[in-house]
Structures are given as structure tokens and as C-alpha cells.
């Protein structure tokens, strides 16, 4: 039972833009970094954000994160087939000692 | 380049331990910076967090798999392990190693900087007789 929601879904058609929310409490999000993570159908996931907003060596710049209260969000620009995947939030909770991922969200690229 | 190759049988009996390895190679498992942990993804579900294990052995779990779970680390072999007794069909998963950056900030209260940046290929464990 996941302790971070996100939409189950969210599409639109290539090089428009989606965004992907993650809501959380004062003890996960609220307190703590969030990382963002792309799998791709069949694969294991890969890092896409870390510290709420900021990309690995390689991740281009049309995906961003913010952070703001208890929720955070994954933006993705320029959207392409190859962005088809899973997405998924990830953070630390303090009250758990303990890490937690969201729900997840399928990117559909119309 | 960081490389994380798992290892372990991918059919478990029901009421049997899983035994999974994570062995690391390009970097050592003897770090300051980072975590090990595992991940496990059921049949058309999200991701679930098993436990993280520092180099030293320090471990966190979770809750809901505590009792059943044990992670070690062998420094000398560069791996680390995820040991799950008692398995059902509901452990049947694809279940990941990762490298772990948890890092404590120290404010007004506590904050964390939490996130895996280097994954293993996965595994895939089913549970049947």
C-alpha cells in the first residue's frame, strides 16, 4: 500500500507537455527530497530526478521536478514515443524509517 | 560504471526462504555516500521498498516484511543479500537490487536526501510447488 498517489494516468500527443503530481504528507514529502523514476515496459526503472528537481548525467532537460508542501511534480516537455513508460515518485518517510514510492503513472503518448 | 548483477533461482516453494545476491562491481560496496537496497515489483503493480543495508550491516526495513526479511553484506565478495522465509504466493515478484544515496540534513529537524541511481537488471521469483 503505497503511502505516495499519483494519477493512474496521463497522455497527450507528441511534443506537448504532461505533468504527473505526487501527493504525500508532511512526513514524506513534506520533510524530505523526492527522486522521480522512468520505467520503460520491461526494465528495470531508472533515475530520472533526484533532490526534487535536479537531472543525472544524461537525463535531458525536457523532464523537471518541483516540489512545493506535501506534493511534488514530474514535468515532461516535447513529448516522444520513447517517453511511453511507468513513472513513478520516491521518498524517504521519516515516520516509517523507511522508503516509499508512489502509485505510479502510465505516460501514453497519443 | 557502476554494475550491479543479481543472482538467486527464480522459483521458490511455498513456506521456503528466498535467496537473492546484488554483486557489485566497477566501485566497492565499502562506501560512505551510499546504501544497498532492495525493490520488488508484483505482476502488474508498482514498486515496493524492501530494505536498504549500509556496508557496516546497518539495516532499515520494511514494516509490513520485517519479520521475514534479513539483508547482509559480504565486503569481501563485494555483494550484498535479501533473505525472505516464509514465502507465498504473494512474494511472487520481480524483485531489483539498487545502489542508495541516503544522506541525513540536520535543520530545524531532520531531512533527508534519499534516492536510487543505480539499478540491477532484476529477477523474477515465483513462488509455486
Known amino acids: 500500500q503505497s503511502v505516495l498517489t499519483q494519477p493512474p494516468s496521463v497522455s497527450a500527443a507528441p511534443g506537448q507537455k504532461v505533468t504527473i503530481s505526487c501527493s504525500g504528507s508532511s512526513s514524506n514529502i513534506g520533510n524530505n527530497y523526492v527522486s522521480w523514476y522512468q520505467q520503460l515496459p520491461g526494465t528495470a526503472p531508472k533515475l530520472l530526478i533526484y533532490d526534487n528537481h535536479k537531472r543525472p548525467s544524461g537525463i535531458p532537460d525536457r523532464f523537471s521536478g518541483s516540489q512545493s508542501g506535501t506534493s511534488a511534480t514530474l514535468g515532461i516537455t516535447g513529448l516522444q514515443t520513447g517517453d511511453e513508460a511507468d513513472y513513478y515518485c520516491?521518498?524517504?518517510?521519516?515516520?516509517?524509517?523507511?522508503?516509499?514510492f508512489g502509485t505510479g503513472t502510465k505516460v501514453t503518448v497519443l | 560504471q557502476l554494475l550491479m548483477q543479481q543472482s538467486g533461482p527464480g522459483l521458490v516453494k511455498p513456506s521456503e526462504t528466498l535467496s537473492l545476491t546484488c554483486t557489485v562491481s566497477g566501485g566497492s560496496i565499502i562506501s560512505t555516500t551510499y546504501y544497498w537496497g532492495w525493490i520488488r515489483q508484483s505482476p502488474g503493480k508498482g514498486l515496493e521498498w524492501i530494505g536498504n543495508?549500509?556496508?557496516?550491516?546497518?539495516?532499515y526495513n520494511t514494516p509490513s516484511l520485517k519479520s521475514r526479511v534479513t539483508m547482509s553484506v559480504d565486503t569481501s565478495k563485494n555483494q550484498f543479500s535479501l533473505r525472505l522465509s516464509s514465502v507465498t504466493a504473494a512474494d511472487t515478484a520481480v524483485y531489483y537490487c539498487?545502489?542508495?544515496?541516503?544522506?541525513?540534513?540536520?535543520?530545524?529537524?531532520?531531512?533527508?536526501?534519499?534516492?536510487?541511481?543505480?539499478w540491477g537488471k532484476g529477477t523474477t521469483v515465483t513462488v509455486s510447488s
Open positions: 539498487a545502489r542508495v544515496y541516503l544522506e541525513v540534513g540536520l535543520g530545524f529537524r531532520r531531512y533527508y536526501y534519499y534516492y536510487m541511481d543505480v
Open positions: 543495508i549500509y556496508y557496516s550491516g546497518n539495516t
Open positions: 520516491g521518498t524517504w518517510d521519516s515516520s516509517l524509517s523507511a522508503g516509499v
